[in-house]
T-cell receptor, first 107, second 121 residues
Framework: DIQMTQSPSSLSASVGDRVTITCRASQSISSYLNWYQQKPGKAPKLLIYAASSLQSGVPSRFSGSASGTDFTLTISSLQPEDFATYSC?????????FGQGTKVEIK | QVQLQESGPGLVKPSETLSLTCTVSGGSVSSGSYYWAWIRQPPGKGLEWIGYIYYSGSTNYKSSLKSRVIMSIDTSKNQFSLKLSSVTAADTAVYYCARVINSWPYYFDYWGQGTLATVSS
């Protein structure tokens, strides 16, 4: 199975901060990498697919990039509604696997 | 707007079978453009893909769960279902159903709200 490792596992940030979350795959997954946002008690919401494509309706402050087996989710200016847990997911091969999540908390 | 809604018992006894159904509205499970998936999340932990089913009935299950999982689809009711047998406390989780685009890059674009299934005697 492909392992997805996110870092950090949690972070504290202030409104307006630039936030970067990293996801590393245990092997090459091309651009088969998706990012989800999950708020407490809610289902995950798709933010980014294919490493860098923004899902319709998602604010442009969210962006994704890739470099080899490392993938990055960036929030350019953190907003109050962005405090949540973010998870990456590889869809290169089944079993599709998720990172353990990064919790973004208010500083 | 596509909506998915999970339903099923919230409490299951150890060694019994967990049965969940996902009802889809605003879209059709008969569409050849999607897979229909189950994902679970144990309390306080990350997401785990369980498997998916296609409108034709073909399935793809996570290998470690394969011996205990059966998925089915009912196009007349626009529903798909999950059965997980011989459950233990380790199967306690929020279970989500989701729609998957069945071509590159295979992402989950719509999710149900989730349903907590607790395994306990």
């Amino acid at each position: 199975d492909i392992q997805m490792t996110q870092s950090p596992s949690s972070l504290s940030a202030s409104v307006g901060d630039r936030v970067t979350i990293t996801c590393r795959a245990s092997q090459s997954i091309s651009s088969y990498l998706n990012w989800y946002q999950q708020k407490p008690g809610k289902a995950p919401k798709l933010l980014i697919y294919a490493a860098s494509s923004l899902q319709s309706g998602v604010p442009s402050r969210f962006s994704g990039s890739a470099s080899g087996t490392d993938f990055t989710l960036t929030i350019s200016s953190l907003q109050p509604e962005d405090f949540a847990t973010y998870s990456c997911q590889q869809s290169y091969s089944t079993p599709w696997t998720f990172g353990q999540g990064t919790k973004v908390e208010i500083k | 707007q596509v909506q998915l809604q999970e339903s099923g018992p919230g409490l299951v006894k150890p060694s019994e079978t967990l049965s969940l159904t996902c009802t889809v509205s605003g879209g059709s499970v008969s569409s050849g453009s999607y897979y229909w998936a189950w994902i679970r999340q144990p309390p306080g932990k990350g997401l785990e893909w369980i498997g998916y089913i296609y409108y034709s009935g073909s399935t793809n299950y996570k290998s470690s769960l394969k011996s205990r999982v059966i998925m089915s689809i009912d196009t007349s009711k626009n529903q798909f279902s999950l059965k997980l047998s011989s459950v233990t406390a380790a199967d306690t989780a929020v279970y989500y159903c989701a729609r998957v685009i069945n071509s590159w890059p295979y992402y989950f674009d719509y999710w149900g709200q989730g349903t907590l299934a607790t395994v306990s005697s």
